[in-house]
């Protein structure tokens, strides 16, 4: 035996003639090889599917071999690995059979009468072939699951990020968006608006009296409100509309392509579905109101930046405080005296921000 081989491989003998089958076997075991004997192709068939057997050697006629696929049977019965086969046969056979036999599977088609020396020398040579293709396999197996592993943490990766990059633009309590999602969102609307003529309203909202709530009721009971509040409003606009919190009690919604009696439908849904709300926590049944300050860009002819549009908007709500709570307030409809000193303050706020880029677009 080769002392290159350093793992010393299983041959399956595979021969219907029992004496035969036994000297070929003995030969073998002489010269150091492990061997596994086989009669029959079943036999033959469940000691490789062990996955123990490196060499097949078949002692059959090639034509026989050919016609029947033998090779072809042998190495799918192995499972996929690549498995040398040798065919020996006693009577010289045509070229033509050879080359049927060795398109069927077979690696070598040789005469029974090979001395050992030559047909160990061939056998070999082809276990040394097969160590390169299960090296191979072995290369692929691994390169495979490697890349499922990666496939896997791509995957996580990506819901790693979703997720991080709407906790970055969500609030944690009402899962609406924050300030910080709303005044990009609104910057990028109002261009849409711009360009195309669209109509973009805007409604600035407040609970009213809800530092109440939180006194009288404690703050989880405060922070459930939030919450209610949140669902009603999203309940009560469309897909397209973005709700945001903006601050404690205060909230905001953009409205794309609504215009000023559309954003009205919105504001007074909300605020009348707020009104007959019973907010019911533990024992506890809050009744609350809401204010809502809107503006209208496409309808309001001051409405030239996103800031203005803020900024009326929040003025438009201030008013609806001072005029009583639980009421909808339009800036085209606000004083022409409160109009002029908010577009007075609203350029003092623009000038003091420019450095920051504020909303301007």
Not at 32 to 49: D, I, M, N
Not at 100 to 106: I, T, Y
Not at 155 to 165: C, V
Not at 209 to 219: A, L, R, S, Y
């Amino acid at each position: 035996m080769d002392d290159a081989l350093t793992i010393q491989p299983t041959i399956l003998v595979l021969d219907s003639d029992r004496a035969r089958l036994a000297a070929r076997c003995g030969q073998l075991v002489s010269h150091g090889w492990h061997v596994r004997p086989a009669r029959v192709l079943s036999e033959a068939g469940s000691l490789l599917q062990t996955g123990q057997i490196d060499m097949a050697l078949v002692h059959i006629d090639p034509a026989v071999a050919a016609s029947t696929d033998l090779p072809g049977q042998l190495q799918r019965a192995g499972g996929g690995a690549f498995l040398p086969v040798i065919i020996l046969h006693d009577a010289p056979a045509s070229e033509q059979d050879r080359c049927r036999c060795l398109d069927s599977g077979a690696d070598e088609v040789v005469l029974a009468s090979i001395g050992p020396a030559e047909l160990w020398a061939r056998m070999r040579a082809l276990l040394r072939i097969k160590d390169l293709q299960d090296a191979l396999a072995e290369s692929r197996r691994a390169l495979g699951e490697a890349l499922h592993r990666e496939q896997e943490l791509q995957g996580a990766l990506r819901a790693d990020n979703e997720r991080l990059s709407k906790q970055v633009i969500t609030d944690p309590l009402t899962r609406l968006y924050n300030r910080r999602y709303f005044e990009r969102f609104l910057i990028d609307e109002f261009k849409i608006a711009k360009r195309y003529g669209h109509s973009l309203g805007l409604l600035m909202l407040d609970l009213d009296h809800f530092k109440m709530v939180n006194d009288q009721h404690g703050h989880p009971a405060g922070d459930f409100v939030l919450k209610e509040f949140s669902v009603i409003m999203r309940q009560s606009i469309r897909e397209s509309d973005v709700a945001s919190r903006t601050g404690g009690e205060e909230f905001a919604i953009i409205l794309p392509r609504a215009d000023r009696l559309q954003s009205d439908g919105f504001a007074r849904r909300i605020r009348q579905t707020v009104a007959e709300h019973a907010f019911i926590t533990g024992t506890a049944q809050i009744n609350i109101t809401c204010s809502v300050g809107l503006a209208c860009y496409g309808n309001d002819a001051d409405v030239t930046t996103p800031d203005h549009l803020m900024y009326f908007a929040d003025q438009a709500l201030y008013a609806a405080k001072q005029a009583g709570r639980n009421c909808v307030v339009h800036w085209f409809e606000m004083d022409s005296a409160v109009k002029a000193r908010a577009h007075s303050q609203v350029r003092e706020v623009l000038v003091a921000e420019e450095p920051a880029g504020a909303l301007q677009t």
